[in-house]
């Protein structure tokens, strides 16, 4: 948890480095989390008889910027610009890749 609430901490901070681990647990909890939702969308939506994705929505806008921004860093940390997130494959590809060893033209190494 202490991973995702670091994320949130450096909010909409698209420079420096991102560990991969950093950016895999925001990954996972932001994927219970949003599971989390739809589940309780889908049982107050059978409640009430209504079909709107309230929380969801919400939760979505407000981790947008955090997530984009999370990406960016780990895209740093392989040493490549932040617009290979735009790319999908590629950008997966980076993300699991090792960071570069030392410092790179992104700034030092994470901190654990």
Excluded: C
């Excluded at 950093?22 to 989390?33: A, D, Q, T, Y």
């Excluded at 932040?82 to 190494?109: D, M, Q, S, Y």
């Amino acid at each position: 948890m202490k991973w995702y609430v670091q994320v949130l901490k450096k909010y909409a901070v698209f420079s420096g480095r991102a560990h991969r681990t950093e950016f895999w647990m925001f990954f996972l909890f932001n994927f219970i989390i949003s599971f989390g939702l739809g589940l309780i969308e889908v049982i107050l939506g059978e409640v009430t008889n209504t079909n709107q994705s309230v929380l969801s929505t919400i939760y979505s806008l407000a981790v947008l910027i955090p997530n984009l921004a999370v990406g960016v860093r780990r895209m740093h940390d392989t040493d490549h610009s932040g617009w290979w997130l735009i790319v999908p494959v590629v950008n997966l590809v980076f993300a699991v890749t090792k960071g570069t060893e030392g410092e790179n033209r992104f700034g030092p190494p994470p901190q654990l």
